[in-house]
T-cell receptor
Framework: GQQVMQIPQYQHVQEGEDFTTYCNSS?????IQWYKQRPGGHPVFLIQ?????EVKKQKRLTFQFGEAKKNSSLHITATQTTDVGTYFC?????????????FGTGTLLAVQP | DGGITQSPKYLFRKEGQNVTLSCEQN?????MYWYRQDPGQGLRLIYY???????QKGDIAEGYSVSREKKESFPLTVTSAQKNPTAFYLC???????????FGNGTRLTVT
């Protein structure tokens, strides 16, 4: 079945350093969504990418969707302590049999002040 | 304010008992979902519903049951057949299937 993997599983950075997490799907995705879950909280939707090669920015966050629509990345410039949490990608496949949103394994970001 | 309400926040049960987790949304969303999250793990899909009176199994449906009698409600029953029920349960909804999800605050279930 469809699998969505993220690397790294865990990243510890000093405040001000950059951070990148990568998301790789075993199948082509119709779109990719990114979520952030603070410790003890629930996932919160950040952004959705739909087009092949699409790049979107939200302040210090840059999201990319791969040309083949099987991978994506999230880059945070100059991390802050408020960026702490687990970042998940999620994507549905194409076709009726893949009519469900599959979440990636997540990347836990720790930021040391 | 529109949103998703899960109750209770913490739930404790004895092994062998069925327990029902509540999920209500007032966002007028068609699709609703139940995910399970274990410590340090990702989210695994239990059941989802695209429309009232219809639902499909996710990846880990065994030992769980759901109903979708009303658009705004999607309760999850954890039955005694679920071998490892202790987990964090998250309910979510979206405008339509696979649109961005709005999550509830979750219910932490502990079974001893």
């Amino acid at each position: 079945g469809q699998q969505v993997m993220q690397i790294p599983q865990y990243q510890h950075v000093q405040e001000g350093e950059d951070f990148t997490t990568y998301c790789n799907s075993s199948t082509t995705l119709s779109n990719i969504q990114w979520y952030k879950q603070r410790p003890g909280g629930h996932p919160v939707f950040l952004i959705q990418l739909v087009k092949s090669g699409e790049v979107k920015k939200q302040k210090r966050l840059t999201f990319q969707f791969g040309e083949a629509k099987k991978n994506s990345s999230l880059h945070i410039t100059a991390t802050q302590t408020t960026d702490v949490g687990t970042y998940f990608c999620a994507g549905p496949g194409y076709g009726g049999a893949t009519n469900k949103l599959i979440f990636g394994t997540g990347t836990l970001l720790a930021v040391q002040p | 304010d529109g949103g998703i309400t899960q109750s209770p926040k913490y739930l404790f049960r004895k092994e062998g008992q069925n327990v029902t987790l509540s999920c209500e949304q007032n966002l007028n969303h068609d699709a609703m979902y139940w995910y399970r999250q274990d410590p340090g793990q990702g989210l695994r899909l239990i059941y989802y519903s695209q429309i009232v009176n219809d639902f499909q199994k996710g990846d880990i449906a065994e030992g769980y049951s759901v109903s979708r009698e009303k658009k705004e409600s999607f309760p999850l029953t954890v039955t005694s057949a679920q071998k490892n029920p202790t987990a964090f349960y998250l309910c979510a909804s979206s405008i339509k299937i696979n649109s961005p999800l709005h999550f509830g605050n979750g219910t932490r279930l502990t079974v001893t």
